[in-house]
Structures are given as C-alpha cells and as structure tokens.
C-alpha cells in the first residue's frame, strides 16, 4: 500500500473552510484516496474517496492533484462538532484499512 | 449512527483469561472487519470475514480469532490475554461486491482492561 503524510496536527476556526492535506507521491494507478476521521472514543466515520476526480458529499469535498501524489479534504464551513482525528489512507479498496496517526484536527470558537 | 453495534461496551479481565466480543452488522453488509486500537494510536486491522469466511489477516497471534454467523453478527475471541491487549476493539461492516470499491461502517468499539 502506499504510505501517507499528513500533519500531525491543526487549528480551524469555527465558520471557517478546513483544508487537510494529504502527501501520497507512491501511489499506484487503482488506488483510491480514502478519508475517516474518529472523535474522541468513537469508531472512525467514514468521510469521503476518490480516485482521480475530484468528490463532494454532504460532509465534504476531496480535492486529488492531477499528479494523484497529494490530495485535500475540505471540510467546508468548521463546526466544534469537526474537531477528531482526520485518516487519509491509500487503498486498492477499503479491505483492510491502514490507519496512521492521522492529523488532529481542533475547530475554535 | 452507523448501526453497527457492540458489545459490551466495557471489559476488564485478568492476564491469562479468554475473551469474547461480539458485533453486530450493518442490515444488509456481508463483511466484518475487526480491528484493535492502542491508546494514542491508529487503528490496527485484525481480521476480516466475508460470508462466514476469514478473508485476510493483520498481523496477530492466532490466539485471536473469530467467526462470523449466517446473519453476518460476528465475534472475536482471544485467548491467553496479555496486558498488551488492553484496547479498543472496533468493529466495522461493509458491503463487498467483486470490482466495486465500498466504505467501512465503525461500530462504538469495545474497551478491553486486562490486569
């Protein structure tokens, strides 16, 4: 699988667009991008995937460079309700996820 | 919500002991994954059953093990616990069709305390 970069943490404001972003430069060409995220003692939730076009849901957007090696998630307008742990993982399909440390993620009032 | 339930929420037991959780999936998901996770740390993939079936492993002793029934519930047992084993246990269910990508549903998880 291909590894992920991501920071480990950062600060929103509450209202404000959150861009998190994700370094993959080896990933492979049937590899999707996936994003979790996982408040505080919960089981991770799923966000959004993709593969090489960009996607948008009702919770977020994902943002995949034409190069596939880095990608953003965007969470549009911050809420505290966003503050978690955000996962990027690369995957062929989400059999056996990969979770790192992810990038903790603090929206403030 | 993601109706992916578990159970019980809480456990403690004793170095040595066995261990049985339970999962419920989600209506209409075939597939079970079951993962571990350390305090601080990202979840760690332990196993996946697909159809009553173990469909890929992590890297685990095998005195953890499971089964997944005809109604796709599915348990996880581990043998011999170690102090090392205290964690969150979650519990995921998807949808798995050959060729098409599908997304993972966590259940709360389990918190195991072994003394």
């Known amino acids: 699988d291909a590894k992920t970069t991501q920071p480990p943490s950062m600060d929103c404001a509450e209202g404000r667009a959150a861009n998190l972003p994700c370094n993959h430069s080896t990933i492979s060409g049937n590899e999707y991008v996936y994003w979790y995220r996982q408040i505080h003692s919960q089981g991770p939730q799923y966000i959004i995937h993709?593969?090489?076009n960009n996607e948008t849901n009702e919770m977020a957007s994902l943002i995949i460079t034409e190069d596939r090696k880095s990608s953003t998630l965007i969470l549009p307008h911050a809420t505290l309700r966003d503050t978690a742990v955000y996962y990027c993982i690369v995957r062929v399909n989400d059999y056996k996820l990969s979770f790192g440390a992810g990038t903790t993620v603090t929206v403030r009032a | 919500e993601t109706g992916v339930t578990q159970s019980p929420t809480h456990l403690i037991k004793t170095r040595g002991q066995q261990v049985t959780l339970r999962c419920s999936s989600q209506?209409?998901?075939?597939?079970v994954s079951w993962y571990q996770q350390a305090l601080g740390q990202g979840p760690q993939f332990i196993f996946q059953y697909y159809r009553e079936e173990e469909n890929g492993r992590g890297n685990f002793p095998p005195r953890f093990s499971g089964l997944q029934f005809p109604n796709y519930s599915s348990e996880l047992n581990v043998n011999a616990l170690e102090l090392d084993d205290s964690a969150l246990y979650l519990c995921?269910?998807?949808?798995?069709?050959?060729?098409?990508?599908?997304?993972?549903?966590f259940g709360p998880g389990t918190r195991l305390t072994v003394t």
């Open positions: 209506s209409g998901h075939n597939t």
């Open positions: 995921a269910s998807s949808n798995q069709e050959l060729g098409r990508v599908y997304e993972q549903y």
């Open positions: 993709g593969l090489k």
